[in-house]
Every structure is written in C-alpha cells, then in structure tokens.
C-alpha cells in the first residue's frame, strides 16, 4: 500500500462568481466542496489509479467531519488522527468571466505536542506495510519546522522509500535529511537554492541530500536529476485549463511508476501525462483519464548531459 | 417573548487578509465564525438587551449543525427547522490595510415544499405566546416568492405585531400583505418605489400598504412614516466604524421599543443608537453596549411636516 501523509488538510471550497470586484457584494453561483491538502489529492490520483492507498495526517472539528465523511466516499482508506482544533477550509473563487482563481487559505488548527506524539505513532505503525509513503504540503502552526525531516528519519529507518513535496524552511530541513525524492516547483527550487536556472537549481537541490530531484517546470513538464542520470520530459502539446492539482497528479504519477518498479523514463511519463490530464479535467483537481492514457504514450523523453 | 425568522440562516465567516488582490493566494490571518443571517443578528442583540428571544427558520447539514452548536451558547432559544439541505456560509474578507470588505454569499440550500409546510407549523405555533416578530433576510431557494406574504397574514391572523426586512420582489409581496413595520435601506427603498428621494420613497412605501415605514439612511440615520406622524431620528455625531448588521440592530431597538410599548420617538432613538453602537463595536455585527447607553440619550429626534 501507498502511504500519504497530509498534516494540514483541508475542506477545499471552489466558489463560481460572475466576476470578483473587490470591496463588492457577491452571489456565488455554484460551491463545490471537497477533501484537500495535497496528500489527500496524491492519494485520490493513486487510488484512481488502481493502487492501494492510505491516507493520514490530521483532521478535527466539524470540518474535519465533513472531510472525513467525503473521504468516506472514495477508496482511499481513512487513518488520520483526530486533533482537538478544528480542521482548516480554503476558498478557491473562480472568476467565470475571465477562468481566473483567488485563493483564500485558512491557516489550520494548532497541533498540540500530544496530537504530535499520537501522529508518530501512527505514522510509524503504517509504515509497516507501506511500498512508498509522500509527505505533502504545509505544516499546521505548532508543528516543527523539521518535522518532515523527522518522517523521513522514520521511513528511511523502517526501509520504506519517501518522496518529500512541500516548500519553504520544511523542505530545507527535510532535504538534509535524505528523501528519496523531492518534487520542487520553479518557486521552490528558487526559494531553496536561490537560482532561477532549472538544471543547475535542480542539481543544486540533488547535492543538499535528496537522492533524485524531480523539477516541475509548469507546462514545459519535468526536469529530473536522478542517480541514473538527468531527463527532461515534456507533454506533446500545451495544454490549456486549471493547473489546480497538477503538481499532486505529477507526485501520484512517480509514485506509482515508483512502487511498479518501473525504469525513471516511465515514471516520469506517468507524472507528466497525469498532470496533464489534470489540467484538461472539468472538475479542478481531478484527472481526466482518457486523457491520460492518450497522453501518456506521446511524452517526449530526453536524456540530457548529466555533467552540466 | 420575540420571535425572530430567518429563512436563509448562514454560517458567517469574517478573513482577515493584509490585502486582498483578484487572482493571487492569500493567507488569511483571522478566522472568525459565527451564526448568521439577520433574523438571527436581531434575535442576538434582542437577547442582549435582556428580552426573552426566540429564532426559527431553517438550518441544515454539517454547517447546519455548527450554527445551532453555536446558537446554542447564546440566551436565543433555538426553534429552526432541519433541512435536508446544507445551510450556507458567507465570507466576508476584510482588507487589513484599508478595512474595505469583500462579500461571497453562497444561495444556501433548496427548501422542500414539505419543509415549507413544516416549518409554517412550527410558525404558527410559536406565534402563541410571541408580543412581536421579526420577518428578515433573503428566501432560500426552493421557497415562493410570496413566502413572507403569507407569514405576514398568518401573524396577523394571530394578532402579533409583525416587522419585515427584505428587498426585492419578496418585499413588494410582502408589503401588500400589510406588516405592521417595513425598514428599507435607501438600495431597498429606490428598487421598490423607483425614488430616491427618501422623504417621497418613504410615503410612497407607506402607501403600499405597511402601517409603518421607517427608512435607514445609513450614517444619517432613520427617517420614520408612522400612523403618529413623521420622524427623523440621527445619531450624535457621524460614526465610524464596520456598518456590518447595524441595520439588524435598528430592528432589534424598533422591536424592543414596541414591545415596551415605548413612543416612537424612543423606539427610534433606541434603534439609532443601536446601529452606532453596532458600527462602534470591534466585533462585526456586535454592538458596543457602553457606547449604546451614551448614545441613547443623545440621538436627535425631529418631527417633520407630515403633509410633504
């Protein structure tokens, strides 16, 4: 089974407006309300994929019900521990007229040191099982800043192979504690190493302890610095829609090829035909998967000079 | 006791960004929630002000569940009727740099014709014991636009003083059924007579059948047709602050001050001085009772010339 680890979940709330004018009153036309934090997106791709998944983290409150009950809904098995604060929300308000997004993002409930000690437990419990774990996204205030390089400490111990994605000083901490993989954005990898030149931000970020380093480049897909050597690969065509979501699709794609076994050309053309496929979807976040399998045999694969 | 309805209750969200700018993420930094609509900010600044209170309409679904969670550490005493739909939220997000406000109102959760009948029932018996009520806010989806129409009939029906504080079609329904008391804002006042002049609008409102109008003209203050003569009542001084629910507080003094069978002149000044105690208040939609109890004695009434 796939382990997905979420500290800071969150209900997801995608509000249709005509048009946001600030400081003006508005009807949303439509609400769409469901389970996210990043982890919770990897963890719906990959059960979507035919994977075994399961999902923890944090969830409190009568949001943290809510989020529960949907997740309910999907096969991704619940194994999130409860905390006493209550589950944040974030509001996504689309802008009908134009397709454009603004964010709101609560900030979480405080985790208290005991909900903490209660995840670890968890957490390492479920690693006795788990083919690949992927912590994601933000830390809830309370939490330390190294608590990710905490649970890498933790999966590389129990054998278990861990993909990182988050941001920030959690990311900075938790790369020096030797991943297996971090999947940075162009913004993260900037934030990290302080270039803005994708390949030798990239090798930058292999040389602070990740053992692969899988750069998203946006549109222009993935740049990737592996033991095996460097790849770049890109999707046959620009595709137009909502990017919401397509960073996850893109973990979910190199988990997969990574518990398959499969060789990195492979598990790359999976993460990038995903999100592809999640930026043509409808509905934000979710991938369209016949897209996805239209896609996935037409990414450009390209083995670059690894002595750049 | 006081009845107040609210047919389309909420969940209130106030978030406080640094700036709020279309397009981009925002932190929210404060989160405040509390249990809205304006039948039930009236009811809580009734309660406040020592009246035994009472608030019917509808509530449903999880965030159904959190409004009454909440109501229920409030004096108001809770006789909403459950939907199978959600109840909605509203989210106010509060520019920090300027305090400018930006509103996203959900439409809330299709009423069936069963709850309708339902909750008529709960109506009709909790008018049987009530000295007033309160008819507030937009009709959810699902309900006729006639709906307040009827409650104003049934009410009269049982010999109770009923207010009415709506816009738009429901309003001009409404009216025609012949509420004891409208309170138009000017928006409301211009959409159902056409002028904006408030003297003319106010008479012309009065003329479609309410016993008594009495129009907010915002920090000016109220301006009163009552079967007793004309009224203009204004604050002290000009207040500044959030106008959020000042308007529901003025219903709140127009009711406290006709269930003590107080002279119009106090109702109004008992209504001005709640709405600057309102927009006084650092808590939105609280009032400030110290600066409420300044400013009663304070508010300037004239009586105007009633043959305008």
Known sequence: MILTVTLNTAVDLTYRVPALTPHASHRVTQ?????????????????ALGHETVATGFAGGATGAVLREQLATTPVRDE???TAGATRRTVAVVDAATGDTTQLNEPGPTV???????????????????TAVALCGSLPPGIHVGA???????????????LLDTSGEPLRRGIA??????KPNADELAQLTGSRDPLRATHE?????????????????????????????????????????AGDSAVAGLLSGLVDGAPWPDRLSRAVAL???????????????????ELLPKVTLKQLDDSA
Chains 1, 2 share one sequence.
């Open 31 to 47: 609400v769409i309300e469901r389970p996210g934090g990043k982890g919770l997106n990897v963890a719906r791709v990959l059960a």
């Open 80 to 82: 999130l521990v409860e």
């Open 112 to 130: 208290t040191a005991a909900e903490w000690t209660a995840f670890r437990v968890r957490f390492t419990a479920l690693l006795d099982g788990a």
């Open 148 to 162: 990710y390089a905490e649970l890498v400490r933790l999966a590389r111990t129990a054998g278990v192979p861990v």
């Open 177 to 182: 504690a030797r991943p297996d993989l971090v």
């Open 205 to 245: 970020a292999r040389g602070r302890g990740a053992r692969t380093v899988v750069s998203s480049l946006g549109p222009d897909g993935l740049l990737a610095a592996t033991p095996e050597g460097l790849w770049r690969a890109t999707p046959p065509t620009a595709v137009k829609g909502n990017p919401t979501g």
């Open 275 to 293: 999100s592809a496929a999640t930026v043509l979807s409808p509905v934000a976040g979710e991938f369209d998967p016949t897209a996805y399998e």
